[in-house]
C-alpha cells in the first residue's frame, strides 16, 4: 500500500467540513486573487531592463527583486498556518490580499534597489500563504470528488496572470513607465479583494496544524517526491524564464513589441497547458507533472539550438507557455492526493518548495547572465526540468503503479 491518495481516498479522507455542493463562486474569487498576487509577482520579468537602468543596477540584481519575493514566501507558508490556529481563514484571506496591494504602491515608489526588495518581500509574505492554504481552501468549498477540478479553476489564475502580466507589463512599462505598470497591479489586487468580500463563505478553522503534522507529511514518500520534483523543475524554469527578456533582445534580437508578442504567445499557451495538464493530472498526476517538464526542456534546448532564429524563439517561447501552464496544477493535484487529510501542512510545505526553487533558480540565473550570458541560462533551465522529469516519471509512476496493484 503506496500513500498516494486516488480520487475514492480523497473522499474519505477529506474534511468531515467538506461541503456537499461545490461553492464555484468563492472558488473563483480564489482564482482571481492568484491572478493578482503571480500577475505582481512576474512584473519584474517583463520590466527588468527599464527598473534596472532607472534605478542603477544591473539585470542580474532587478532579476533578485523575484528572489526577495520567493525567499520570504519560502518561510511565510508554514509560518501562517502554524500561527493562524483557529482563525477564521476567509479573514486571513483578506489580510493576505491587502498585502499584495501595500507591495505594489511601495514598489511603485521605490527609489533603489534595497526599497523594491523590501516592498517584494512584503509581496513573498502574501504569495507564500494564499499557496500554502490553496488546497485546504479547495477541500473546504467543495465536495472532495471536485477537488481536482477547483483546484485547476485555481490554479488558471497563475495561466490568466501569465498571459496578461508579462506582455501587458513590458506595454505598459514602455507606455506609462514601470512605476504607474506596479499601481496598476495594486488596483488589481483591489478588485481581487472586493470579489473575495462578496463570494468567500465564511471558513473557521476545524483544528490547528502543528508541527507534528509537518513532520507526518513529510514521512508520505509521495509527499518528498513531489517537493523534489517541484525544487528541480521550478529552479530550472525560473532560471531561464525570470531573464527570458534579456535573451530574446540579444539572441535573436528581437524588438520591444515582437516581445510583447512572444510573452504573449507563452500566456496563451499556458492558459491552454493549464487545461490540459489538469486534464491528464486528473487521471496520472505523474504523467501530467513529468510529460509538461519534458516540454519545457524541449522549448529550452530549441532555445539553445536555433535560438538566433526569430521564429523558433516564438514557437520555443509559446511552447514554454504551455509546458509551464500544467504543471503547478499536475503537482497541486499530486500534492491533494498523497495528503488530502493533512491539507495546510502539505500546501505550506508545496508552497515554501515552489518559493525555494524560484529564489534558487532567479538566483542561479542571475550569476550565469551576468557571467556566461543569456544562452547560459537556457541551457541550465533545460537540464535541470529534464532531470525533475526524471524523478517524477521514474519514481512517482512506481508509486502510481503500486497503488493501482494494490
Same mark, same amino acid.
Given at each position: 500500500?503506496?500513500?498516494?491518495?486516488?480520487?475514492?481516498?480523497?473522499?474519505?479522507?477529506?474534511?468531515?467540513?467538506?461541503?456537499?455542493?461545490?461553492?464555484?463562486?468563492?472558488?473563483?474569487?480564489?482564482?482571481?486573487?492568484?491572478?493578482?498576487?503571480? /500577475?505582481?509577482?512576474?512584473?519584474? !520579468?517583463?520590466?527588468?531592463?527599464?527598473?534596472?537602468?532607472?534605478?542603477? !543596477?544591473?539585470?542580474?540584481?532587478?532579476? &533578485?527583486?523575484?528572489?526577495?519575493?520567493?525567499?520570504?514566501?519560502?518561510?511565510?507558508?508554514?509560518?501562517?498556518?502554524?500561527?493562524?490556529?483557529?482563525?477564521?481563514?476567509?479573514?486571513?484571506?483578506?489580510?493576505?490580499?491587502?498585502?499584495?496591494?501595500?507591495?505594489?504602491?511601495?514598489?511603485?515608489?521605490?527609489?533603489?534597489?534595497?526599497?523594491?526588495?523590501?516592498?517584494?518581500?512584503?509581496?513573498?509574505? %502574501?504569495?507564500?500563504?494564499?499557496?500554502?492554504?490553496?488546497?485546504?481552501?479547495?477541500?473546504? =468549498?467543495?465536495?472532495?470528488?471536485?477537488?481536482?477540478?477547483?483546484?485547476?479553476?485555481?490554479?488558471?489564475?497563475?495561466?490568466?496572470?501569465?498571459?496578461?502580466?508579462?506582455?501587458?507589463?513590458?506595454?505598459?512599462?514602455?507606455?506609462?513607465?514601470?512605476?504607474?505598470?506596479?499601481?496598476?497591479?495594486?488596483? =488589481?489586487? /483591489?478588485?481581487?479583494?472586493?470579489? &473575495?468580500?462578496?463570494?468567500?463563505?465564511?471558513?473557521?478553522?476545524?483544528? $490547528?496544524?502543528?508541527?507534528?503534522?509537518?513532520? *507526518? +507529511?513529510?514521512?508520505?514518500?509521495?509527499?518528498?517526491?513531489?517537493?523534489?520534483? @517541484?525544487?528541480?523543475? !521550478?529552479?530550472?524554469?525560473?532560471?531561464?524564464?525570470?531573464?527570458?527578456?534579456?535573451?530574446?533582445?540579444?539572441?535573436?534580437?528581437?524588438?520591444?513589441?515582437?516581445?510583447?508578442?512572444?510573452?504573449?504567445?507563452?500566456?496563451?499557451?499556458?492558459?491552454?497547458?493549464?487545461?490540459?495538464?489538469?486534464?491528464?493530472?486528473?487521471?496520472?498526476? #505523474?504523467?501530467?507533472?513529468?510529460? $509538461?517538464?519534458?516540454?519545457?526542456?524541449? #522549448?529550452?534546448?530549441?532555445?539553445?539550438?536555433?535560438?538566433?532564429?526569430?521564429?523558433?524563439?516564438?514557437?520555443? /517561447?509559446?511552447?514554454?507557455?504551455?509546458?509551464?501552464?500544467?504543471?503547478?496544477?499536475?503537482?497541486? @493535484?499530486?500534492?491533494?492526493? +498523497?495528503?488530502?487529510?493533512?491539507?495546510?501542512?502539505?500546501?505550506?510545505?508545496?508552497?515554501?518548495?515552489? &518559493?525555494?526553487?524560484?529564489?534558487?533558480? $532567479?538566483? @542561479?540565473?542571475?550569476?550565469?547572465?551576468?557571467? #556566461?550570458?543569456? *544562452?547560459?541560462? @537556457?541551457?541550465?533551465?533545460?537540464?535541470?526540468?529534464? %532531470?525533475?522529469?526524471? !524523478?517524477?516519471?521514474?519514481?512517482?509512476?512506481?508509486?502510481?503503479?503500486?497503488?493501482?496493484?494494490?
Amino acid at each position: 500500500m503506496t500513500d498516494i491518495a486516488l480520487p475514492r481516498d480523497l473522499a474519505e479522507a477529506a474534511d468531515p467540513a467538506s461541503p456537499s455542493r461545490p461553492a464555484w463562486p468563492a472558488v473563483f474569487s480564489l482564482s482571481f486573487g492568484v491572478f493578482g498576487l503571480v /500577475t505582481a509577482e512576474f512584473l519584474p !520579468v517583463s520590466l527588468l531592463t527599464p527598473v534596472a537602468s532607472e534605478l542603477g !543596477v544591473s539585470n542580474g540584481a532587478v532579476g &533578485q527583486a523575484i528572489t526577495a519575493t520567493a525567499v520570504v514566501a519560502a518561510f511565510a507558508g508554514p509560518l501562517l498556518v502554524l500561527s493562524s490556529g483557529r482563525i477564521d481563514r476567509r479573514l486571513v484571506v483578506y489580510v493576505l490580499m491587502a498585502f499584495l496591494i501595500g507591495s505594489s504602491v511601495l514598489s511603485a515608489f521605490a527609489t533603489d534597489i534595497t526599497m523594491l526588495l523590501l516592498a517584494r518581500g512584503v509581496l513573498g509574505f %502574501a504569495l507564500g500563504g494564499y499557496w500554502a492554504m490553496m488546497t485546504a481552501l479547495a477541500l473546504r =468549498l467543495v465536495p472532495p470528488a471536485d477537488v481536482p477540478r477547483a483546484m485547476s479553476i485555481i490554479i488558471m489564475g497563475v495561466s490568466v496572470a501569465t498571459v496578461f502580466a508579462a506582455p501587458l507589463g513590458a506595454a505598459l512599462g514602455e507606455w506609462w513607465g514601470w512605476r504607474a505598470t506596479f499601481l496598476a497591479a495594486s488596483g =488589481l489586487g /483591489t478588485a481581487a479583494l472586493a470579489v &473575495q468580500l462578496v463570494a468567500l463563505p465564511s471558513l473557521p478553522s476545524a483544528r $490547528a496544524p502543528g508541527l507534528r503534522a509537518f513532520g *507526518k +507529511a513529510l514521512s508520505r514518500r509521495a509527499v518528498l517526491i513531489g517537493l523534489a520534483t @517541484i525544487v528541480i523543475v !521550478v529552479s530550472g524554469h525560473f532560471a531561464g524564464f525570470t531573464f527570458i527578456r534579456p535573451y530574446l533582445e540579444e539572441v535573436p534580437r528581437l524588438s520591444v513589441s515582437t516581445i510583447s508578442l512572444a510573452l504573449l504567445a507563452f500566456g496563451i499557451g499556458g492558459f491552454f497547458g493549464n487545461v490540459v495538464g489538469g486534464a491528464i493530472a486528473a487521471r496520472s498526476p #505523474a504523467w501530467g507533472v513529468g510529460s $509538461a517538464a519534458l516540454l519545457i526542456g524541449a #522549448a529550452a534546448l530549441a532555445l539553445v539550438l536555433y535560438g538566433p532564429s526569430p521564429a523558433v524563439a516564438f514557437a520555443a /517561447t509559446a511552447l514554454w507557455g504551455f509546458a509551464f501552464g500544467g504543471f503547478p496544477v499536475s503537482v497541486s @493535484i499530486w500534492n491533494a492526493r +498523497a495528503a488530502p487529510d493533512l491539507a495546510e501542512s502539505s500546501g505550506a510545505l508545496l508552497s515554501s518548495a515552489f &518559493q525555494v526553487a524560484i529564489a534558487s533558480g $532567479a538566483v @542561479i540565473g542571475g550569476l550565469l547572465i551576468d557571467g #556566461a550570458g543569456p *544562452k547560459g541560462v @537556457i541551457v541550465y533551465a533545460c537540464l535541470a526540468v529534464v %532531470a525533475g522529469a526524471g !524523478v517524477m516519471l521514474v519514481l512517482g509512476r512506481a508509486v502510481e503503479r503500486s497503488r493501482a496493484a494494490a
